[in-house]
């Protein structure tokens, strides 16, 4: 199979220029302007977008969560994923108490395995590390292509894990080369909320972000960046949702050290204000770090754009309000009359790029190169992707985005593909969106048409980071 792209103004985070695109099999084999080779489909892409496909480092399909499962697998989300302009999804493998790391990694792989239509990665979440568990780590990283671990202060009982397990396994990526992804907010005083509020009788869903206090979240930001500073390694904060919490990383940066922070779509188009009133509508806009007061989503975008901000990842952990749909159980609805009990997460991985490209490039004058290095390479050489992934070059994967700037969609439930029976940007009209989507060298969607095929995919091994 031969793809040839026609005359499309080609944006990577450095350049922009105009030029066709000529791919055979997987890979990108030349780039000029008027090729003359012989292809097997022709795209012509004038006055549109050439981008590298977006990459979410940050997804959990089918995870077992809050009593239930996230309601997109790795056959459903990944089909969302591409709509939208998402070429690979780094989703998270558990490591849950009283197993091994390999046994976790495995589940996840058969759990995905012939599913997806678009490559995938996995890191892993860690909920102990005992000291003789560090060479499994060590594996993980040099043999598996599971090259970065998620830790969290949150979630006590569950995942949260105490700052000598998060100190021990910073201090062993100083050696084994892998990354510590952090969900920064602390766990024990939010629990001690969470019972405060509910033995007053307080158990509507927008509880939920008054039990999660802003200063919560940056006090165990300070707190794993200091720790990784003692360690002396990079740290990657994930979902980064307040001003206070971006500040730390900001604040680390300035003093030089690798520091890095995602934000998501929900932090910066949402907010706390729209759910205020109790109703059980707000179930919709449960996720954790919680959904903050609207002041703080002009600092994200600001901190986006100032690179005190890296990343852009979804988070894309959905739960259906209605029990039924698509035969899924009960989700959102196990929380009715506890707010504690309202499965976390939000829905996403399909609406990234329109989004960022609505409230960066239209609205805020972002560069077109700003805009794919925040959905594509940055989150491409920190998770160790690039230069397979997250540029357009000669020799890298043909993963592109053919993005039409006059190709306006409106966001909604009625017409997204991700298993979920609600869209929480339902209405938002953008202005530009894909033409044309390919994954190695095959288109996967053309517009809204989904032309691709299941198991496509491919399980990629990454390698170590790359600073940025
Ligand atoms: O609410 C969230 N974020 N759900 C997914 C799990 C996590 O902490 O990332
Ligand atoms: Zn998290
Ligand atoms: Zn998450």
New binding site residues.
């Given amino acids: 199979m031969s793809l040839l792209i026609k005359n499309g103004r080609i944006v990577t985070s450095e350049q922009d220029y105009i030029a066709d695109v000529y791919a055979e099999g997987e890979k990108i084999s030349t780039i000029g302007t008027n090729l003359k080779v012989q292809a097997d489909k022709t795209i012509d892409a004038t006055g549109k977008y050439l981008i590298p496909g977006g990459i979410d480092v940050h997804t959990h399909m089918d995870l077992p969560f809050g009593g239930t499962s996230s309601s997109d697998d790795f056959e459903t989300g990944p089909v969302a994923a591409a709509h939208g302009g998402t070429t690979c999804i780094v989703d998270f493998a558990v490591q849950s108490k009283g197993i091994s790391m390999r046994q976790g990694l495995d589940t996840w792989m058969r759990k995905a395995e012939g599913k997806s239509c678009i490559d995938y990665g996995l890191h892993l979440i860690l909920t102990e590390l005992p000291d003789d568990w560090l060479p499994e780590m060590d594996a993980m990283v040099k043999h598996e292509g599971v090259t970065s671990f ?1 830790l ?1 202060t949150a979630y006590p009982g569950v995942f949260m894990v105490d700052d000598a397990t998060i100190f021990k396994a910073l201090k062993r990526t100083a050696d084994n080369g892998g990354l510590i992804c952090m ?1 920064a907010e602390n766990g024990g005083v939010i629990d001690y909320i969470v019972k405060q509020m509910l033995s007053e009788g307080k158990n509507t869903p927008n509880v939920h972000a008054l039990t999660r206090p802003a200063t919560a979240e940056q006090e165990a930001t300070h707190r794993a960046i200091a720790l990784s500073e003692m360690a002396g390694v990079p740290i990657y904060i ?2 980064v949702s307040s001003h206070q919490a971006m500040e730390q990383i900001r604040e680390a940066r300035d003093r030089g050290l690798p520091t890095y922070g995602e934000t998501c779509p929900q932090y910066l188009f949402l907010s706390y204000e729209d759910y205020a009133d109790g109703s059980f509508e707000g179930a919709k806009y449960i996720c ?1 770090p919680p959904i903050r007061e609207r002041a703080n989503q002009e600092h994200l975008w600001k901190a986006l754009a100032t690179n005190d901000l890296q990343t852009v990842s979804t ?1 894309h952990c959905p739960f259906c309000m209605k029990e039924g749909f698509k035969g899924l159980p009960k989700q959102k609805e196990l929380g009715k009359g506890d707010f504690s009990k309202i499965p976390n997460g939000v829905p996403g991985v399909e609406n990234r790029l329109h989004l960022l490209y609505e409230g960066g490039v239209v609205k805020r004058g972002w560069s077109m190169n700003r805009f794919v290095q925040l959905v594509s390479t940055a989150p491409a050489k920190l998770m160790g992707l690039f230069p397979r992934k997250g540029t357009i070059a000669v020799g890298s994967d043909a993963d592109l985005v053919v993005w039409d700037p006059k190709r306006p969609y409106t966001i909604s439930v009625k017409t997204h593909f991700m298993r979920v029976d609600y869209n929480p940007y339902e209405g938002m009209k953008v202005s530009g969106s894909p033409a044309y989507v390919t994954s190695r060298g095959k288109i996967v969607f053309e517009g809204d048409k989904y032309v691709g095929k299941k198991g496509d995919g491919q399980f990629i091994r990454r390698g170590q980071y790359s600073l940025i």
Wanted: hydrophobic letters at 30%.
């Fill in positions: 998620k969290f969900h994930v979902h954790s988070d």
